[in-house]
């Protein structure tokens, strides 16, 4: 199961383009990538998911470096509805999962 | 609608006392997993099911039973509760086959005195 790791928090302002860091030193051949939203006294919701390169999707884009060993989850124009705390996580199916504290993303006006 | 339901939302009980938090999901998923949130660390997971009767640990499973007597259900069972178990819980389904995503409920928030 690899570990990853996140920074803390990171602002921004509105209309700004965020990118958020995950390092995954550890991940296994198998592991995808997933990037979780929430809200505070929500559950997380799921943003995005990837293996290799780039995948965009209405919400977000994530980028993959060849080696994975980190991934890059970028919010375009963000809007202050976009304050939430970001779960990075490397899984191989659907066994056990590692949420980590997450980056907490405070956008101001 | 699809959804994870979990209940109570919130309790505030005394240790020692038996208590069970219910979730349902009504979405037919195979994968079914509980978590406990606190302040600095995050979601932790305590255990998870990959079908019905077949459960296993997560990292934190010390003090909780769980139980999939029936694909939707999903109860977390705290024999004995203690005070350091007082937390955020999350209950999340999936269809567990590839890496489809996780649905989450609401929240039940435990207090316990």
């Known amino acids: 199961l690899a570990k990853t790791t996140q920074p803390i928090s990171m602002d921004s302002y509105e209309g700004q383009e965020v990118n958020i860091t995950c390092s995954h030193n550890?991940?296994?051949?198998?592991?995808?990538i997933t990037w979780y939203q929430q809200f505070p006294s929500q559950g997380p919701r799921f943003i995005i998911q990837?293996?290799?390169t780039k995948v965009t999707n209405e919400v977000a884009s994530l980028f993959i470096p060849a080696d994975r060993k980190s991934s890059t989850l970028s919010l375009p124009r963000v809007s202050l509805s976009d304050t939430a705390v970001y779960y990075c996580l490397a899984h191989t199916n659907f066994n056990k999962f590692y949420f980590g504290s997450g980056t907490k993303l405070n956008v101001k006006p | 609608e699809a959804q994870v339901t979990q209940n109570p939302r919130y309790l505030i009980t005394v240790t020692g006392k038996k208590l069970t938090v219910t979730c349902s999901q009504n979405m037919n998923h195979e994968y079914m997993s509980w978590y406990r949130q606190d302040p600095g660390l995050g979601l932790r997971q305590i255990y998870y099911s990959m079908n019905v009767e077949v459960t296993d640990k997560g990292d934190v499973p010390e003090g909780y039973k769980v139980s999939r007597k029936e694909k939707r259900n999903f109860p977390l069972i705290l024999e004995s509760p203690s005070p350091n178990q007082t937390s955020l819980y999350f209950c999340?389904?999936?269809?567990?086959?590839?890496?489809?995503?996780?649905?989450f409920g609401d929240g039940t928030r435990l207090s316990i005195l």
């Open positions: 990837g293996y290799k």
């Open positions: 999340a389904s999936s269809l567990g086959q590839g890496n489809q995503p996780q649905h």
């Open positions: 550890n991940i296994a051949t198998n592991d995808y």
